[in-house]
C-alpha cells in the first residue's frame, strides 16, 4: 500500500526557516517524481513544487522560488522541504504527493501537514 | 487568482446530474489531459480521473470527464450526499513549467 506521511510542520516566525519531510512507503520511491502541494486554511490547492526521480531536477513556483527548495534521499525514501525565510501567506497544510507514470497528476496524496507562520 | 477558472460552487438533488467546469489556456488544457480530485471534508485530496477518462481503483464510473479545445468539464451523475466535496482541476502548463490548478468548486447535494 502506497503511504505517505509528512511531518515536521509547526509554528515559524516570519523569516524563520522550518524543513519538511515526506516519508514514502509500499513502492519504488526511487522511480518516481514527487511533488509538494499545499492548501491556505479555507482555501483552494496552490502548486509548490515537483522533483525528478534522481533529484537533479526541479521546478518551483513563482511565489516560493529562491526561498523553498525541494530534496530527496532515495536511499531514506524520503522527500524533503526547505522552507526559508517564510512569510506569513506561506501559512499552509502542505501536502506531499507522487506524480503518476501517466502524466503530471498526483495519484497519491500525504495526509498534509500544518505550518503556521506567525510572531 | 488561479490559471485554471472553476465555478465556486455548484449544486444539485441526489440522483441528479452535475457539471463542473474547468477553463484554461493553450498550454495548459490545450495541450495536456486534465486530472481531477475529490477533496472530501476534513481530509486531503484524492486523484478522481485522470488521463483520457482514466478512474483509479474504487472510482465510480458515475464520474466522467471531457475536453473540448482549452475547456474540461467533470460530469457527476446519480448524485448521492457522499459526493459533497470540494473538486479540483489541475493540468501541467506548459509555458509557465508549473502545475496548474482551477480553485476549485463546492459540490452540495440538496
Known amino acids: 500500500e502506497v503511504q505517505l506521511l509528512e511531518s515536521g510542520g509547526g509554528l515559524v516566525q516570519p523569516g524563520g526557516s522550518l524543513r519538511l519531510t515526506c516519508a514514502a512507503s509500499?513502492?519504488?520511491?526511487?522511480?518516481?517524481?514527487m511533488h509538494w502541494v499545499r492548501q491556505a486554511p479555507g482555501k483552494g490547492l496552490v502548486w509548490v513544487s515537483r522533483?525528478?526521480?534522481?533529484?537533479?531536477?526541479?521546478n518551483y513556483a513563482d511565489s516560493v522560488k529562491g526561498r523553498f527548495t525541494s530534496s530527496r534521499d532515495n536511499a531514506k525514501n524520503t522527500l524533503y522541504l526547505q522552507m526559508n525565510n517564510v512569510r506569513a501567506e506561506d501559512t499552509a497544510v502542505y501536502y506531499c504527493?507522487?506524480?503518476?507514470?501517466?502524466?503530471?497528476?498526483?495519484?497519491?496524496w500525504g495526509q498534509g501537514t500544518l505550518v503556521t507562520v506567525s510572531s | 487568482q488561479s490559471v485554471l477558472t472553476q465555478p465556486p460552487s455548484v449544486s444539485a438533488a441526489p440522483g441528479q446530474k452535475v457539471t463542473i467546469s474547468c477553463s484554461g489556456t493553450?498550454?495548459?488544457?490545450?495541450?495536456?489531459?486534465v486530472a481531477w480530485y475529490q477533496q472530501l471534508p476534513g481530509t486531503a485530496p484524492k486523484l478522481l480521473i485522470y488521463d483520457n477518462n482514466k478512474r483509479p481503483s474504487g472510482v465510480p464510473d458515475r464520474f466522467s470527464v471531457s475536453k473540448s479545445g482549452t475547456s474540461a468539464t467533470l460530469d457527476i451523475t446519480g448524485l448521492q450526499t457522499g459526493d459533497e466535496a470540494d473538486y479540483y482541476c489541475?493540468?501541467?502548463?506548459?509555458?509557465?513549467?508549473?502545475?496548474?490548478f482551477g480553485g476549485g468548486t463546492k459540490l452540495t447535494v440538496l
Open positions: 489541475g493540468t501541467w502548463d506548459a509555458s509557465l513549467t508549473v502545475v496548474v
Open positions: 522533483i525528478n526521480a534522481d533529484g537533479s531536477t526541479t
Open positions: 504527493t507522487r506524480e503518476s507514470k501517466i502524466g503530471s497528476e498526483s495519484d497519491y
Open positions: 493553450s498550454s495548459n488544457i490545450g495541450s495536456n489531459y
Open positions: 509500499g513502492f519504488t520511491f526511487s522511480s518516481y517524481w
